[in-house]
């Protein structure tokens, strides 16, 4: 694995924790926050043939 695959997968996990943590504080502002930037890394993943497995949102 290149370490842009890595960097990204990486962002990925990290984004989706951050998610799930403005959603249980009830953070709305940030939910969309987190959900807008998960959305531009897999958009970005799948531009550079970056598979992502598939996660419970």
Known sequence: MD???AGILQRI???ES???RARESGDEFLVDVEQAEL???HRLAA???V???ATPH
């Open 51 to 53: 598979e992502v497995a």
């Open 18 to 20: 951050d998610l799930i």
């Open 39 to 41: 959305e531009d890394l």
């Open 3 to 5: 370490a842009f695959t």
């Open 47 to 49: 531009e550079h043939g």
């Open 13 to 15: 996990r990290t984004t």
